[in-house]
């Protein structure tokens, strides 16, 4: 089995900063594209930041210039680091990993998501 553990969420003031980590576990053969996504109080799920396992970027607007995505492929890490943070920035944010790993029968690539981590923005 293949799993994600988050750590790293928070309370925070407004203009401070928050670094989530996000790492895979399991019988792992790769992992392709790494993501970060956030759920605030009745709204709906949103991609903030994704990465390729080359290293490719992508931000959804409302964070670029202040989030930074990153990784660590050796130890099979995702980071989030959040800078400028704001209370709009209150949210649920998940970790998202596109998995090959190794099953009984041979192997299977899997999309799996961290459990979840509380992000609250204090005004």
């Known amino acids: 089995q293949v799993q994600l553990v988050e750590s790293g969420g928070g309370l925070v003031q407004a203009g401070g900063s928050l670094r989530l980590s996000c790492a895979a576990s399991?019988?792992?053969?790769?992992?392709?594209?790494m993501g970060w996504y956030r759920q605030a109080p009745g709204k709906q799920r949103e991609l903030v930041a994704t990465?390729?396992?080359?290293?490719?970027?992508n931000y959804v607007d409302s964070v670029k210039g202040r989030f930074t995505i990153s990784r660590d492929n050796g130890k099979n890490t995702v980071y989030l680091q959040m800078n400028n943070l704001k209370p709009e920035d209150t949210a649920v944010y998940s970790c998202?990993?596109?998995?090959?790993?190794?099953?009984?029968?041979?192997?299977?690539?899997?999309?799996?998501w961290g459990q979840g981590n509380l992000v609250t923005v204090s005004s």
């Open positions: 998202n990993a596109g998995v090959l790993h190794t099953t009984a029968q041979g192997y299977r690539y899997l999309e799996v």
């Open positions: 399991g019988s792992i053969i790769s992992i392709s594209a």
């Open positions: 990465i390729t396992r080359g290293g490719s970027t």
